[in-house]
């Protein structure tokens, strides 16, 4: 019961952050591009590398992997969004923005990841 306390103290945190991210960017680029989507997937996916990294070496206890991997990672990457808004984007024929949106995020995350735990890892 108590790591379902952290998650929701967790969730809470990168929900608020994931909103003011998403409206912050639409203010500075508009809403003809999920940039706030990429914005939210490629800083959740560096700090998801970090608490991976951190997990990994035993230096971060379950209930602050449960608050920041779980909670605070899962409220604020969007995959689910992603999915949705690159549906949207092809069914409006869009395909060219879908394809860019799909392959920035994927690439751009899977490095941020790397680039989080090499963070971690090359100070050991």
Same mark, same amino acid.
């Given at each position: 019961?108590?790591?379902?306390?952290?998650?929701?103290?967790?969730?809470?945190?990168?929900?608020?952050?994931?909103?003011? /991210?998403?409206?912050?960017? @639409?203010?500075?680029?508009?809403?003809?591009?999920?940039?706030?989507?990429?914005?939210?997937?490629?800083?959740?996916?560096? $700090?998801?590398? @970090?608490?991976?990294?951190?997990?990994? $070496?035993?230096? /971060?206890?379950?209930?602050?992997?449960?608050?920041?991997?779980?909670?605070?990672? *899962?409220? $604020?990457?969007?995959?689910?969004?992603?999915?949705?808004?690159?549906?949207?984007? /092809?069914?409006? *024929?869009?395909? !060219?923005?879908?394809?860019?949106?799909?392959?920035?995020?994927? @690439?751009?995350?899977?490095?941020?990841?790397?680039?989080?735990?090499? !963070? @971690?890892?090359?100070?050991?």
């Amino acid at each position: 019961m108590n790591n379902l306390v952290w998650v929701a103290l967790g969730g809470a945190g990168g929900a608020v952050l994931r909103y003011s /991210i998403s409206i912050f960017m @639409i203010q500075l680029f508009g809403s003809s591009f999920p940039f706030g989507t990429l914005t939210v997937n490629v800083l959740g996916s560096f $700090l998801m590398g @970090i608490v991976a990294a951190l997990s990994q $070496l035993s230096h /971060i206890s379950p209930e602050v992997k449960a608050l920041l991997g779980v909670g605070f990672m *899962g409220a $604020l990457t969007t995959f689910s969004t992603f999915s949705n808004e690159t549906l949207m984007l /092809i069914q409006g *024929g869009e395909l !060219l923005k879908a394809f860019l949106n799909v392959a920035l995020n994927l @690439i751009i995350c899977l490095l941020m990841v790397y680039l989080g735990q090499q !963070l @971690i890892l090359s100070r050991v």
